[in-house]
């Protein structure tokens, strides 16, 4: 199916959507979570019990804490082709995602993610990264998701916004950086694009806009543009400012006017 992931028409109503299925209270009462120590309390390890920990921490901020989080880890080689793994659609995920966490579904009480131990991204990647996955854990166990894969993983990302994930994903969807070194007489400046996820990083910034603006807590966009990379704190704002001018259309829309 033909999905525009830029119309903000259809990224408030899918937001909508999930508000409906799932509650307006998380949405609009836990926190937004940033990268400070109160809401990680905790050094990230490159390993699986790290993978473990902050999977654990995702799940009970999206109220999930009654599951327990098992991780098993993956060399490249065991993903690629494993049959095993290929209901989980892992080569759809590699495109998008690289290197990274998997869902594997909930047996009992136990929710069972997977990762591949190969590049294992920086801490901030990887809870944004590990967002994603603890979202398609929420959507199951809320029983909402869809069965068309394409559209599952998009709504799947606006779930992570809908949990208060959003600074991470939006973060993790595009992140630049540049370094520099000298060499004899030359400097040498390189320059790295990193693309994670499925929705564009200006879809994220909008729905996190229409989160912030929906809670109206005074200096909440201020504390959410500092923790955003430029880009994004950029696409944040200007949609934040746009959207508190018509706040009421706002909250029509996402069916909580």
């Known amino acids: 199916m033909e999905i525009d992931v830029e119309s903000e028409d259809w990224l408030a109503e899918e937001l909508a959507g999930v508000i409906g299925d799932c509650g307006a209270e998380a949405f609009l009462k836990a926190d937004i979570l940033v990268p400070e120590t109160r809401h990680f309390p905790f050094v990230w390890q490159r390993d699986e019990a790290g993978v473990k920990v902050l999977a654990g921490r995702l799940m009970a901020h999206a109220g999930l804490g009654d599951y327990r989080a098992e991780v098993q880890l993956f060399f490249d080689e065991e993903v690629e082709g494993n049959p095993a793994l290929q209901p989980y659609g892992l080569w759809q995920e590699?495109?998008?995602?690289?290197?990274?966490?998997?869902?594997?579904?909930?047996?009992?009480?136990?929710?069972?993610?997977?990762?591949?131990?190969?590049?294992?991204?920086?801490?901030?990647?990887?809870?944004?990264l590990m967002g994603h996955e603890v979202a398609h854990l929420f959507r199951q166990v809320k029983g909402?998701?869809?069965?068309?894969?394409?559209?599952?993983?998009?709504?799947?990302?606006?779930?992570?916004?809908?949990?208060?994930?959003?600074?991470?994903?939006?973060?993790?969807?595009?992140?630049?950086?540049?370094?520099?070194?000298?060499?004899?007489?030359?400097?040498v400046t390189q320059w790295s694009h990193n693309r994670l996820g499925y929705?564009?990083?200006?879809?994220?910034?909008?729905?996190?806009?229409?989160?912030?603006?929906?809670?109206?807590?005074?200096?909440?966009?201020?504390?959410?543009?500092?923790?955003?990379?430029?880009?994004q704190r950029a696409y944040f704002l200007d949609a934040h400012r746009e959207i508190s001018e018509n706040r009421g259309v706002l909250m029509e829309m996402l069916g909580l006017g």
């Not at 590699?94 to 294992?120: I, Q």
């Not at 894969?149 to 540049?178: C, M, P």
């Not at 910034?205 to 500092?226: P, T």
């Open 144 to 187: 909402v998701c869809r069965e068309d894969r394409d559209l599952e993983e998009y709504l799947t990302d606006v779930t992570t916004v809908y949990l208060g994930f959003g600074v991470f994903t939006a973060n993790a969807s595009h992140r630049y950086s540049s370094s520099g070194a000298q060499e004899g007489v030359m400097s």
């Open 94 to 128: 590699r495109k998008h995602k690289g290197p990274a966490p998997f869902f594997l579904g909930v047996e009992g009480g136990t929710a069972r993610f997977g990762c591949e131990v190969h590049n294992l991204p920086s801490g901030e990647s990887m809870v944004g």
């Open 199 to 231: 929705l564009p990083a200006a879809s994220f910034c909008f729905l996190l806009a229409c989160q912030v603006a929906a809670r109206a807590q005074a200096g909440e966009s201020d504390r959410i543009a500092r923790h955003l990379e430029p880009n």
